[in-house]
């Protein structure tokens, strides 16, 4: 077959920037493709909303590639194990209720269902802001701020783009990065104790991972925090090499927000 660089490149921008106008108006946007995020954008893709996810880096994963310490495997307990089993990844129990899977099987799978079901992913975007209207005196995260993560690193001084979203989640991990925009930036006050982000606490797998899934929730109007943000937000402790409350996290925010979105 005869080849035109020109009709690659052509196919190229033609179907991208296809996919980037159906994401100008989201039912949900997603920041960060960690565990958490990936699992949300499957979860919602599955039931038909306009999903998408955006990721700094050129691959979706976050933390979880390298299991613990770079030795790439993972643990999740029974209650979780699910949300692997459902996108294809084997599982063995160790003991009784830890449940080991590969790192990179679970991350690649979790990544592939996540796009095979619908939600548009966008890696190598950063996003820097988000969007904020105030109507009848409440104010409410409508959107979100996004430029090229190669921009980003080079320091350049090019604007960003624009999208809007009905729901933001922000899955930025540890970093809680979004949500710490929108707390410096504006006189708000989130749903926490003090009003503020409260900050992780150091290790304790077992409350946290409990904590992860109850600090899963709406903290601003039109915002919601899942996976390791949650737990920063809230204050709670982090939990290590142990993905099931990520994973769960991820569940509960796709289910609240499909919730929050039927009854209009
Ligand atoms: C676009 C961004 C931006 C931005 C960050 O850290 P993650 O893996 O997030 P979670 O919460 O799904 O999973 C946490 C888990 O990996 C973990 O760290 C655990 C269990 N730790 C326990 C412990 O004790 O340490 O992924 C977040 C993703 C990353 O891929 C970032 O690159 C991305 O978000 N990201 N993407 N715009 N502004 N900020
Ligand atoms: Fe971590």
């Known amino acids: 077959m005869a080849l035109d660089e020109v009709i690659i ?13 159906e994401s100008l108006s989201l039912d949900v946007a997603i920041v960060g493709g960690g565990p958490s995020g990936m699992t949300a954008a499957r979860k919602l893709a599955q039931a038909g ?13 976050g ?51 996540a796009c095979l079901a619908g939600a548009k992913v966008f890696n ?29 690193i ?3 001084h090019v604007d960003p783009v624009t999208i809007a979203s009905t729901h933001v989640i922000e899955a930025t ?21 003090s009003g503020g982000i409260e ?3 150091s290790l304790w797998a077992e409350v946290a991972e409990a904590h992860t899934v ?19 937000t809230f204050g709670s402790y982090r939990m290590g090499p142990i993905f099931g409350g990520m994973l769960l996290s991820g569940e509960k925010v796709a289910a609240e927000i499909l919730v929050r979105l039927r009854a209009g």
Request: a neutral charge; charged letters at 20%.
């Open 199 to 201: 900050g992780e606490q």
């Open 124 to 152: 190598c975007m950063s996003v820097e802001d988000v969007v904020l209207r105030e109507s009848n005196g409440v104010k409410r995260v409508t959107g979100l701020v996004i430029n090229s993560s190669p921009v980003e």
């Open 63 to 113: 933390g979880m590639w390298g299991g613990g310490m770079t030795w790439n495997m993972i643990v999740v307990q029974t209650e979780s194990k699910h949300l692997l089993e459902e996108v294809g990844v084997p599982l063995k129990e160790y003991k009784p209720g830890y449940w080991v899977a590969d790192a990179v099987t679970a991350t690649t799978a979790l990544a592939s269902a």
């Open 173 to 193: 991990g540890h970093a809680v990065e979004v949500l710490k925009k929108l707390v410096r930036k504006n006189s708000v006050r989130l749903t926490t104790a």
């Open 154 to 156: 080079a320091g350049l």
């Open 9 to 21: 490149t052509e196919a190229i921008a033609s179907e991208y920037f296809r996919k980037f106008k």
């Open 214 to 232: 109850d600090n899963t929730r709406e903290v601003f109007p039109g915002i919601w925090v899942a996976g390791m943000a949650a737990n920063a």
């Open 49 to 61: 909303c306009n999903v998408a996810l955006f990721e700094r880096k050129l691959s979706l994963g």
